[in-house]
């Protein structure tokens, strides 16, 4: 009886196995092109303003988020708040609760220079350059995402679907992050 069971669990250990390496080397690779120079932004691009108050990403602490957007909830037991009038989310310090990253995905709310969700891919280059981190599937260039920014814990990522930007993260962690 053992012997059929185990014969059984590895059987079902080895097709998961086999399907998982299937699944991996039959994914689009990404590829990602980096500026000469990248952007460096500054304290003022991590703002984010609504309803006559303002959010600074990096250093606003929890309750400043709760002020400006009362309503809504905690996600299960994690340091995620989602607001419930508006499709997005920010993020706090596991420790120090301080607002890290903001995912956007509501026209509501704009970058401190002034791009929102549905706005063109041009409108972005615009208002911040050409000096940002192209990263896309191989087999796809229309779909990408433009990192702005010298460093991944202080920058800007614009989602970029069809020419629109579909989403925007803001992140810039506080000193001694978490």
């Known amino acids: 009886m053992f012997r059929k ?14 399907f998982g390496i299937y699944i991996s080397q039959n994914q689009a690779k990404l590829e990602t092109e980096y500026p000469q120079h990248a ?3 500054e304290n003022t691009d991590f703002m984010l303003s609504y309803n006559n108050n303002t959010l600074q990403i990096g250093s606003s602490a929890s309750t400043d988020v709760f002020n400006v957007f009362p309503q809504g909830e905690m996600l299960g037991l994690s340091t995620i708040y989602s607001p419930t009038n ?17 995912h956007i995905s509501d026209d509501q709310l704009k970058t401190a220079r ?8 041009e409108s972005v280059v615009d208002k911040y350059g050409k000096s940002y981190s192209w990263v896309h599937k191989v087999d796809n260039s ?37």
């Open 142 to 178: 229309e779909d990408f995402d433009s990192v702005y920014g010298s460093d991944h814990n202080c920058c800007i990522v614009f989602q970029v679907r069809n020419g629109l930007v579909t989403k925007i993260i803001l992140q810039k962690d506080p000193p001694g992050r978490l």
């Open 114 to 121: 002034e791009v929102t969700v549905g706005d063109s891919f």
């Open 86 to 102: 508006l499709n997005c989310l920010f993020t706090f310090t596991e420790h120090s609760d301080i607002l890290h990253k903001v």
């Open 5 to 18: 069971e185990f014969t059984f669990v590895t059987i079902i250990v080895v097709l998961v196995f086999i």
């Open 39 to 41: 952007i460096e932004l």
